[in-house]
Every structure is written in structure tokens, then in C-alpha cells.
Nanobody, 124 residues
Framework: QVQLVESGGGSVQAGGSLRLTCAGSRYTYNRYCMGWFRQGPGKEREKVATISVDGLSSYYVDSVKGRFTISRDNGNDMVTLQMNSLKPEDTARYYC?????????????????WGQGTQVTVSS
């Protein structure tokens, strides 16, 4: 059973930073492509970033490139999303998810394991 728990959300002003953490439990972390997704009010869930099993390949949606960084620590079953220079449009509920490898080209629907999410609110 894959279990994912996100933490680190909160409220910040524009230009601020947050670090989201996703902790896994009771499964072999190094088998899965991991990703961060977000869903704002009235919007579809959006893939924000993904990272390959070995951590060497990553993907970012254009709107966060240069501001967000995804990383993983397979030994400790953790994936993080460092978010800098936050903007009001980054406001959303952020979810961690896992999918069988590979990561490349995987749509949202291909991620079968999801956490409960953590809220990020950025004020102007």
C-alpha cells in the first residue's frame, strides 16, 4: 500500500518561499516516478513537477521554471518541492503523487497514488 503525506504548506506574501515535503511509508520508494501537482479553485489539476526514480531527470511546467525545484531522497522516502519567488497565481492545493516509471510524458491520470494535499496561499 502506497501512502503519501504532504506537509509544508501555508500562507506567504508574493516573493516568499515555501518548502513542501512528501513522506512515503511502507513501500519501496525507489520504484516510482514522483510528482507534485496543484489544483486551484475551479481549475483542473495541473502537473507542476516530476522527478525520475534516480533523481537525474525532472520536468517542470513552464510557469514554475526557474522558481521551483523538485528533489528526492530515496533512502528516507521523501520528495520535496522548494518554491521560491512565489506568486499569487501559485495559490492552490498541492498534491504529491506516485506513478510507475518512467516519468516522461506521464499525464495526471497515470499517477495512481495520491496524498491528501497541502494548501499554499500566496497573497499580493
Amino acid at each position: 500500500q502506497v501512502q503519501l503525506v504532504e506537509s509544508g504548506g501555508g500562507s506567504v506574501q508574493a516573493g516568499g518561499s515555501l518548502r513542501l515535503t512528501c513522506a512515503g511509508s511502507r513501500y519501496t520508494y525507489n520504484r516510482y516516478c514522483m510528482g507534485w501537482f496543484r489544483q486551484g479553485p475551479g481549475k483542473e489539476r495541473e502537473k507542476v513537477a516530476t522527478i525520475s526514480v534516480d533523481g537525474l531527470s525532472s520536468y517542470y511546467v513552464d510557469s514554475v521554471k526557474g522558481r521551483f525545484t523538485i528533489s528526492r531522497d530515496n533512502g528516507n522516502d521523501m520528495v520535496t518541492l522548494q518554491m521560491n519567488s512565489l506568486k499569487p497565481e501559485d495559490t492552490a492545493r498541492y498534491y504529491c503523487a506516485a506513478a510507475m516509471t518512467p516519468c516522461y510524458g506521464k499525464p495526471v491520470a497515470a499517477f495512481g497514488y495520491w496524498g491528501q494535499g497541502t494548501q499554499v496561499t500566496v497573497s499580493s
